[in-house]
């Protein structure tokens, strides 16, 4: 794994001034007065760290290959104590609903990417940004909420911070 690569993404998101996406003209007004909860910030850091980590269906630690679930539930666990089971759709049950400009770094973000409802999860980072692992090229990444593939198939972000 590339070690600096994270340190890399951090000084970009850095340099952008926030690590909070910035608003969509066309998104709904976000939820008000919702303050950042530093938990997500670590979770975000954290989750970084595990920028090219192998893709594994059914993994549940780096060492042995992540897949979607997997990794938010090593991330929470490690990073804020917070013990999140089960698959993607299961994930997508607890929390709370946060509408698109109300994104906070450690959001949960949802996918339909099998032609199944909250198939796939990942963690929000800022900056328009998610970090995940998909079966796809096989290793943990980040990708963009507003462009590509996985643009054209969100369905949903959750909080399990608040």
């Known amino acids: 794994m590339r070690s600096w690569l994270p340190l890399v993404i951090l000084l970009l998101l850095a340099g952008c001034g926030t690590l909070v996406k910035p608003p969509d003209p066309d998104a709904p007004p976000a939820a008000a007065g919702r303050p950042a909860d ?69 959001d949960l973000v949802f996918f339909n990417t099998r032609n199944r409802p909250r198939s796939h999860v990942g963690i929000y980072v800022g900056a328009g940004r998610f970090i995940h692992a998909p079966s796809t090229n096989g290793k943990v990444r980040t990708d963009s909420l507003h462009a590509g593939w996985f643009a054209t198939r969100f369905e949903e972000a959750r909080t399990v911070l608040d």
């Open 38 to 106: 530093p938990r997500g910030l670590e979770i975000a850091l954290f989750a970084l760290g595990l920028m090219d980590t192998d893709y594994r269906f059914g993994g549940r630690n780096p060492e042995a290959g992540l897949d979607c679930s997997g990794m938010v539930s090593y991330v929470f666990e490690n990073a804020a104590g917070l013990r999140l089971a089960g698959s993607a759709a299961d994930l997508a049950k607890l929390g709370r609903p946060v509408n698109g400009a109300g994104l906070r770094p450690g």
